[in-house]
């Protein structure tokens, strides 16, 4: 069965500084996909970034890339110059054969001026 | 922001009521999802759909039904509310294909009294 953690239930960041959200995952696939969404206070959750697992360069959007450890099955997303914007919450999830996603508890990211 | 959208956006109900959460999408999507997610909590996949006249229960039971008549709507029907049924249900849609990310709509907040 597919699990995905994320082990911080909440960080901080101060405002132009750069955090790292962490996220761990277990599958028995070969091929699979990774993703970062983000679910703003009481706003739709969108994606943020997307990570193929037969890629080795990890994904890079903007402000927002991730460390994709595939040895290691984890996952981070980091955000760079953090921005009043990005406070939310911020779930990781896999999608492998089935077409379903499953998602992480997620991570509360508080930005601070 | 994507175009799925879900009514109502919020809800109050007795217990014993019948209810039935609408979801739609104008992408021409054959995938959807429903997920139910406490506050500040992991979404957990309760139903999905291919396509037209297909429907699967996802990983966490529920007592809800779902039909999908249509390509582009996908409601989902409680018979008889109870309290244990207050959450937040989300409604999702992506096109075939491994890589497709999911597009998520607003949120039904649903409470039972």
């Known amino acids: 069965a597919q699990t995905v953690t994320q082990s911080q239930p909440e960080m901080s960041v101060q405002e132009a500084e750069t955090v790292t959200l962490s996220c761990t995952y277990d599958t028995s696939e070969s091929d699979y996909y990774l993703f970062w969404y983000k679910q703003p206070p009481s706003r739709q959750m969108i994606l943020v970034i997307r990570?193929?697992?037969?890629?080795?360069q990890n994904a890079t959007e903007n402000r927002f890339s991730v460390n994709f450890q595939k040895a290691a099955k984890s996952f981070s997303l980091k955000i760079s110059d953090s921005q009043l914007g990005d406070a939310a919450m911020y779930f990781c999830?896999?999608?492998?054969?089935?077409?379903?996603?499953?998602f992480g508890k997620g991570t509360k990211l508080t930005v601070n001026p | 922001e994507a175009d799925i959208y879900q009514t109502p956006r919020y809800l109050v109900i007795g217990t014993g009521k019948k209810i039935t959460l609408e979801c739609s999408q104008t992408?021409?999507?054959?995938?959807m999802y429903w997920y139910q997610q406490d506050p500040g909590m992991e979404l957990h996949l309760i139903h999905y759909?291919?396509?037209?006249?297909?429907?699967e229960k996802g990983d966490l039971s529920s007592e809800s039904t779902v039909s999908r008549i249509r390509t582009e709507h996908f409601p989902l029907t409680l018979e008889s509310a109870r309290p244990s049924h207050t959450s937040q249900y989300l409604c999702a849609s992506s096109e075939s294909g491994d890589r497709s990310e999911q597009y998520f709509g607003p949120g039904t907040r649903l409470t039972v009294t």
């Open positions: 990570q193929e697992a037969y890629k080795q």
């Open positions: 759909s291919y396509g037209v006249n297909s429907t």
């Open positions: 999830a896999q999608k492998g054969g089935s077409e379903k996603l499953v």
């Open positions: 992408m021409g999507h054959d995938k």
